[in-house]
């Protein structure tokens, strides 16, 4: 026995077993699109505030190194003014120890049987010297005898020149006072007298 069905009721069953909606295809890419959209602005903003605190951490460094410059420039003008603000006392502090050396080059050579009074002085002379000059090395004020070393226009100054057969061209053969520098800095140069070639 055949059994025939009804068309209309055939449609409305169809449409029971169907969805309610269906998105198509366009709508779930339109629907994908509005949400990259959404979240766009704020990576950007993300992106700006990095970029934003990178760029201050450099100037944060460039402005730690340049005061880190300035405090050792700082620290080294004071260093300096304080070394080398007696330097004009130091100069003539010297003057008082080349007088000491004078004077010991007045008194003539030891000799055997020479008078007590002499001999005192000259003792004098030279333990006075000598505890002067430790002084003065104490506050880093040094001396150099320049005798026999070559002619250093930095801390020598040429008096005369005179032709030698013992000593080389451009030595000094004779220092009438020696070299002075305060914490290795020049203070007064050697009064020197220079050998030459023979003529």
């Not at 969805?19 to 602005?41: C, N």
């Not at 004020?141 to 008096?159: E, R, T, W, Y």
């Not at 914490?183 to 007298?193: I, Q, S």
């Amino acid at each position: 026995m055949t059994q025939h069905t009804d068309p209309t009721q055939v449609e409305t069953q169809a449409a029971t077993a169907a969805p309610d909606h269906v998105t198509p295809p366009q709508d779930a890419a339109e629907a994908g699109a509005e949400q990259a959209t959404a979240q766009s602005p704020a990576e950007q903003r993300i992106a700006e505030l990095e970029q934003e605190a990178a760029d201050m951490k450099e100037k944060w460094l460039r402005s730690e190194a340049e005061n880190q410059n300035l405090r050792a420039r700082a620290k080294r003008e004071v260093d300096d003014a304080r070394q080398y603000a007696v330097q004009k006392f130091a100069r003539d502090v010297v003057e008082a120890a080349e007088n000491l050396r004078r004077a010991l080059t007045s008194l003539p050579a030891p000799q055997e049987g020479e008078d007590t009074v002499i001999t005192k002085m000259r003792e004098g002379i030279e333990s006075t010297e000598r505890s002067f000059v430790s002084i003065l090395e104490r506050h880093g004020i040094k001396c150099d005898d320049p005798s026999g070393k070559v002619f250093d226009a930095n801390l020598h100054q040429a008096m005369a020149e005179q032709p030698s057969a013992e000593h080389a061209p451009g030595t000094v053969m004779q220092a009438w006072t020696p070299t002075w520098t305060l914490h290795g800095r020049l203070l007064k140069p050697a009064m020197v007298v220079v050998a030459k070639a023979g003529e």
